[in-house]
């Protein structure tokens, strides 16, 4: 039988996607062209296109109620 290392399997320094300060994660539905946009705009990573494409939102735009 082979000995495994003493860290298989637990947690690693810096393993994972990084967090975001103060972010929460959500779930969204987006159009495949949404999709297309977020990973442009994102190189590769929606939700980095995402947040990028909100950032070009003005401060005072008015919330709409859905």
Request: charge should be positive; avoid cysteine; charged fraction near 25%.
């Amino acid at each position: 039988m082979v000995k495994k290392n003493e860290n298989w399997g637990g947690k690693r320094l810096n393993a994972g996607i990084p967090r975001v300060e103060g972010g929460r994660r959500v779930l969204v539905t987006l159009t495949p062209e949404n999709i297309e946009m977020a990973t442009l705009l994102g190189n590769g990573n929606v939700a980095a296109g995402i947040r990028k494409a909100l950032e070009l939102v003005p401060n005072g735009a008015k919330r709409s109620k859905s």
